[in-house]
Each structure stands twice: as C-alpha cells, then as structure tokens.
C-alpha cells in the first residue's frame, strides 16, 4: 500500500502538466531558432549561380542575312523582358549595358546584383554578352559574373538572333 501511495503522488496531473509545457516551450524556442537560423544562413550565402573573377562572357553568331538595326532591337526587347533596364544604349556602335539588377530571385535585392553588357564586333556578325554579377561582403562587393544569367541569355539569343 506504501508504494501505490508513492507512485499516485509522483504521477500527479499537475506535475505532468508541467513537464507538457516545459516540453512545449521547449519546442517552440526551438523552432524559431531553427527557422531564424535558416532564414539568416539563406540570405547570407553566395548565390549558386555567382562565380568570382572576370572571365563570365559569351558569344552568339548572328543568323546570316539578319539586319544589325533589327537585331538590335531584338537585343534591346530581350534584355528588357527578362527584367534588364537598359542604362546606357549605342547603336552606331553596337553597345547595350543594363543598369544592376537584383535578377536572382533567391537572393535579398541588396546583396546581388547582375547586369548585363552586349557589344556586336565591329563587322556585325556576334554578339558579345558578359554578364557581370557582384555579391555584397562586409566592406564592400565582390565582383564576378553570373552563370544563370549568361545560360539564360544565350540561349534566348540565338533562338531570336543566333544561327
């Protein structure tokens, strides 16, 4: 009888109920740990598509018989419809540059940025597209380019202007 009056008292409901919310409390510090971990390591990392240097161009033939002026234009409308405002555009000289974009959308807008550069070679037969990225550190940015944006790119361009 001694030891079933023992095991009632340390089995009281109020002392379960104690160690519950414990336990939840727990739990919920937790999860918020975790998730503000996440969110923090996410923000933080380089973007997978950026490479540090200053090689990150490429370059579409032009489709024979293609008119530079249409061309580009075509350069022009492309660029703008994948999200690149143009800053400063040449056509007697063949020169496109896109003001920074924040174009990954995986990443914080103030923490990278791409933009974009298109020369046509002064025969007009390629087109030269580099696409320079730069990551933001402490102190400063690191330059690079930006993989994603040059497969994008040149793919959209020779399906328009390309062979």
């Given at each position: 009888?001694?030891?079933?009056?023992?095991?009632?008292?340390?089995?009281?409901?109020?002392?379960?109920?104690?160690?519950?919310?414990?336990?939840?409390?727990?739990?919920?510090?937790?999860?918020?740990?975790?998730?503000?971990?996440?969110?923090?390591?996410?923000?933080?990392?380089?973007?997978?598509?950026?490479?540090?240097?200053?090689?990150?161009?490429?370059?579409?033939?032009?489709?024979?018989?293609?008119?530079?002026?249409?061309?580009?234009?075509?350069?022009?409308?492309?660029?703008?419809?994948?999200?690149?405002?143009?800053?400063?555009?040449?056509?007697?000289?063949?020169?496109?540059?896109?003001?920074?974009?924040?174009?990954d959308s995986t990443t914080t807008i103030d923490a990278y940025r791409v933009r974009i550069i298109c020369n046509f070679n002064p025969a007009r037969t390629q087109l030269i597209v580099k696409a320079e990225a730069e990551y933001r550190v402490k102190g400063g940015w690191v330059s690079g380019y930006d993989t994603r944006a040059i497969?994008?790119?040149?793919?959209?361009?020779?399906?328009?202007?390309?062979?």
């Amino acid at each position: 009888m001694l030891y079933k009056k023992r095991y009632m008292k340390a089995s009281i409901k109020g002392a379960t109920v104690k160690t519950m919310v414990n336990k939840r409390v727990w739990l919920g510090v937790l999860v918020i740990v975790l998730v503000l971990g996440m969110t923090v390591l996410g923000c933080s990392s380089t973007p997978k598509s950026f490479i540090k240097g200053s090689v990150g161009d490429t370059t579409v033939l032009l489709r024979n018989g293609i008119d530079f002026d249409l061309a580009f234009r075509e350069v022009a409308f492309l660029l703008n419809r994948h999200g690149f405002e143009t800053e400063t555009i040449q056509p007697e000289v063949g020169y496109i540059r896109t003001r920074w974009s924040s174009w990954d959308s995986t990443t914080t807008i103030d923490a990278y940025r791409v933009r974009i550069i298109c020369n046509f070679n002064p025969a007009r037969t390629q087109l030269i597209v580099k696409a320079e990225a730069e990551y933001r550190v402490k102190g400063g940015w690191v330059s690079g380019y930006d993989t994603r944006a040059i497969e994008t790119l040149r793919t959209d361009l020779n399906n328009v202007v390309g062979n």
